[in-house]
């Protein structure tokens, strides 16, 4: 294994243990917005935000990394992981860790996108009760206001 191979797969390895915790906290972020824990999702919000600068700080020394990779093998462009996947000439550890990078990351992606649909319907319950509860104007997301017409039998109230 050359030096610059060896350099990169320590940084994947240590771009993966990044990625790993963030995957974590993903699916805890799942169960809280399941059960509407908002103090949950707001202090998970936070660890993901400090783990998303850990990621950048690793993702720039894999480029370093990549560049000097590219220049010891003498590529004309730098490989995207997909393509270091497929590389016969790699060693398989270093495979195994790409491999394991990738999966990760499409597990995050399924995640992040699994958590957004569930932001999105909370956010849609939200509006609906206040839709129901006040009758005064609401701003809408494109910072309109509007006047909202609620029917005095959805609400009673002699309570």
């Known amino acids: 294994m050359s030096d610059a191979e060896k350099a990169l797969r320590e940084v994947l390895t240590r771009?993966?243990?990044?990625?790993?915790?963030?995957?974590?906290?993903?699916?805890?972020?799942?169960?809280?917005?399941?059960?509407?824990?908002?103090?949950?999702?707001?202090?998970?919000?936070?660890?993901?935000?400090?783990?998303?600068?850990?990621?950048?700080?690793?993702?720039?020394?894999?480029?370093?990394?990549?560049?000097?990779?590219?220049?010891?093998?003498?590529?004309?462009?730098?490989?995207?992981?997909?393509?270091?996947?497929?590389?016969t000439e790699l060693t398989e550890e270093f495979r195994d860790?790409?491999?394991?990078?990738?999966?990760?990351?499409?597990?995050?992606?399924?995640?992040?996108?699994?958590?957004?649909m569930l932001l999105n319907q909370s956010l849609q319950y939200t509006r609906k009760m206040l839709g129901i509860f006040n009758q005064g104007a609401t701003y809408q997301p494109d910072g309109t206001v509007e006047q909202l017409q609620v029917s005095s039998a959805l609400v009673d109230k002699s309570v």
């Open 15 to 87: 771009e993966l243990a990044v990625v790993e915790d963030l995957l974590t906290l993903a699916y805890q972020l799942t169960e809280a917005l399941k059960i509407d824990d908002v103090e949950r999702v707001a202090e998970l919000t936070q660890k993901q935000q400090l783990l998303a600068a850990r990621l950048e700080a690793v993702e720039g020394q894999r480029l370093k990394e990549l560049a000097a990779f590219v220049r010891e093998r003498r590529l004309e462009a730098e490989p995207t992981l997909g393509e270091l996947l497929q590389d």
């Open 97 to 116: 860790v790409a491999q394991s990078l990738w999966d990760k990351f499409q597990l995050l992606q399924e995640q992040h996108e699994l958590n957004g």
